[in-house]
């Protein structure tokens, strides 16, 4: 099984069909046809891999301990868990910047001073995202039978927006250390550039099915808040990530979720349901608002940091 690509370009009701089948089949698929520029591509990859260069103190200078309930900045190899596990990876943690908002994962960000050109192209990444993000959920309502700003009037009108910047150390064949262990993401969709080395992995009826880097591609899934909106008629799929290929792997994943101090509950219309999820969880037992939700999970994936989101 092969995950399918997706023009952004193509017309409405072709794009929302492919969706569909997408989200149907495997909560994954490839975006191509958006409007990110590939010279902003190479300038955040450049400034990324002179950042994770630097000495582990100079990293430090911007570590997340330092960004309280912002929850930005640096953090070192084994410090984040996925699944209660420590992952094989290093990153930097950013988001829209809001200086002076009190509210957990939100604020201003941290940038290295060593490396002005990533704050330039981090900033200018997200907006691009954003608008990216905004086309592909514009598809996504209308394969669900809603008007194209359904979301983007709604739920999306303030997104909460997360992005990742992630460098994995590279792993022997054999090794039991997981990039990233197996989990669903948050929130409504998350968009994912990757380098040309692989290991990301996608949990299909037909067993796991590798993702590898498609040029000039964004990996596009679902998550929870999708799949609690469609009573898991589109259902948000487990993935890895581990990294074998004998290099060092840079990855780039960026959050798109709903306002933060919005509730999110199923829509009557298209809740379908399709069986229990992976993890037994069920997603319409939750109550609140989204930001409750992603503010219990986030605190499970940095133990010693939850404190700073009460």
Not at 158 to 164: H, I, K, Q, S, Y
Not at 259 to 270: A, K, N, W, Y
Request: glycine letters at 10%; one cysteine or more.
């Amino acid at each position: 099984m092969s995950l399918p690509i997706i023009d952004l370009t193509a017309p409405m009701v072709v794009k929302a069909a492919a969706i569909e089948r997408a989200c149907r089949d495997s909560g994954f698929f490839y975006v191509t046809g958006h409007s990110v520029p590939a010279d902003l591509v190479r300038r955040l990859d450049a400034s990324a891999r002179e950042f994770f260069a630097l000495p582990e103190h100079t990293k430090a200078e911007i570590a997340m301990e330092r960004g309280g309930k912002a929850w930005r900045g640096f953090f070192p190899v084994g410090a984040e868990l996925t699944s209660g596990r420590p992952d094989r990876k290093e990153g930097i943690y950013f988001g829209t910047e809001r200086p002076g908002d009190p509210r957990p994962l939100h604020g201003g960000n941290l940038f290295p001073e060593q490396v002005p050109a990533l704050k330039v192209a981090v900033l200018e990444y997200l907006d691009r995202l954003t608008a990216t993000a905004q086309d592909v959920l514009r598809a996504v309502a209308v394969s669900l039978g809603l008007d194209e700003d359904y979301f983007a009037g709604g739920y999306t009108a303030d997104p909460t927006v997360l992005f990742r910047i992630f460098h994995y150390p590279p792993s022997e064949p054999d090794a039991d250390d997981w990039g990233v262990g197996e989990h669903t993401d948050y929130g409504l969709l998350t968009l994912l550039l990757q380098d040309g080395n692989g290991g990301l992995q996608v949990r299909t009826t037909d067993g796991w099915v590798d993702a590898p880097p498609v040029d000039g591609t964004f990996v596009c899934n679902i998550g929870d808040m999708l799949d609690r909106l469609t009573g898991g008629w589109y259902r948000s799929t487990p993935h890895r990530v581990r990294n074998v290929s004998g290099n060092e792997r840079l990855s780039y994943p960026f959050f798109f979720d709903p306002d933060f101090d919005r509730e999110v509950p199923p829509l009557p219309s298209v809740s379908h349901g399709s069986g229990p999820r992976w993890d037994g969880q069920d997603l319409r037992a939750f109550t609140g608002t989204y930001g409750d939700y992603l503010v219990r999970k986030v605190s499970k994936v940095f133990p010693h940091l939850g404190t700073e989101l009460e």
